[in-house]
């Protein structure tokens, strides 16, 4: 079976890309995403969006896309089967 990679001009040219992570340990990786402006749409769990967003220099400046052409909109869905 043979795989194939995405380089990152190839990820670059895709015009929507939905990163997709869970867990605290995922923080590093997801920050140097956002900041590359390689994802558009972050959905990821609690503990993640929460080490994203207390970050020191999170990398959030002007709250354009990755394009500059479209502003992104968070949404926050809780677990309530946690209650």
Known sequence: ????????DDVRNIPTVVGIAAGREKVDGLRAALRGRLI?????????ARGVLNADGAGVTNGL???????????????????
């Open 1 to 8: 079976m043979a795989t194939r990679a995405l380089t990152l």
């Open 40 to 48: 558009d749409v972050l959905v990821c769990d609690a503990a993640a």
């Open 65 to 83: 896309g990755r394009q500059g052409e479209r502003r992104p909109t968070a949404h926050v869905a809780t677990d309530r089967s946690a209650s």
